[in-house]
């Protein structure tokens, strides 16, 4: 997509970077590297120097006095680039950080916490991407490990959103309420994901939110907590192409649909799960589901020996004994640490639970 595409009037976009002196400047970034020098003027006495290349279009400005810019590089092979210094300084003081183009994705060190996030009155909601509600149910994010967000969209009607993607180790979205009119990347046409539904979404599958009903509720899970969302311009969805098995990065995407899954017992006698059925589709890194007392009202003693445990109350409620006990109803999410044994007692006979863990 060019710039006319978005907007006709625009004909060129350019960074302006001050030189003291323009003749170094310019052989440093022409000859180091590798941009083409586009015009120069005045002829008689160079002011100005425009040069291109990588994408990008500067415009040095021989200038008395002036703060350096700086550049970031993204490159495939960055030390052939920098010899061995990842930040380089022009001529003029432009500092150039030379960067991975594909840096591969690092997980940050876990840290364990049990984190007890309420859903009150002074819950703390902010304005996110696209216009979206966000509430932090993971406020340590456990070292940078994991983050958890309940999102809402208050009013009905067409999302503000774009094709795009992120570079994940895991993340899916389960509907709380209301419904989303989603598309994904060789998946067919547009399609509702309604209350009870849930999508897995591998890494760097590019999909978009097109709409949504009014008072629209999600639960997004991702991995690491600080990830990137890529705009994907290029390509239009849904695409041409169908297939709903393509492996991204060993995951595949799968589509929840509560209505057409039956609820079988859980591993605490008296209880019952949805499973979402994300396992196989993860090769086994995360599995979820939905849980709710069938002829009990309390489990036994549990503990799990996986990374990450983490619940939102759906509906109901219940006591979270884990050592403290914990009143927890609607709206509340628990992030529950290895080792650390908990039970549910006292439970509603409308409790549910979404429960998400890794490994699966």
Known sequence: MSNRDTNPLIRTAEIVLPCAELDPSVAFFTGRLGFRLETIFPAEDPEIA????HGLRLRLARVAAGGPGTLRLACAEPDRIAEGARLLIAPNGTRIEIVEAEPPLTLPPLAPEFVLSRWDDDAAW????????????IPGRLGGRFIASHIRIAAAGPVADYVHFHKVRFQMIYCRAGWARLVYEDQGPPFRLEAGDCVLQPPQIR??????????????IGCPALHE???????P??????????????????????????WRPWHADGFEI??????SATGGLAGAGVIRPGSARATRR?????????????????????????????????????????????????LQLLEVRLPG
């Open 50 to 53: 425009v040069i291109a290349g």
């Open 126 to 137: 902010t304005s996110g991407r696209a216009g979206m509600g966000y509430r932090d149910l």
């Open 207 to 220: 999909h978009r939110v097109l709409e949504s009903s009014a008072g629209l509720e999600v639960i997004e």
């Open 229 to 235: 969302t890529w705009a994907d311009h290029d390509l």
């Open 237 to 262: 969805l849904p695409n041409a192409s169908l297939d709903p098995t393509r492996d991204f990065s060993g995951q595949r995407f799968h589509r929840h649909i509560a209505a057409n899954v039956a």
């Open 274 to 279: 949805r499973d979402i059925g994300i396992g």
């Open 302 to 350: 549990l503990r799990h020996g996986g990374e990450f445990l983490f619940l939102f109350v759906l509906d109901g409620q219940c006591r979270l004994d884990c050592g403290d006990l914990h009143e927890v109803a609607a709206g509340d999410a628990i992030t529950i640490p290895g080792g650390l044994p908990y039970a549910l007692t006292a439970c509603t006979p409308d």
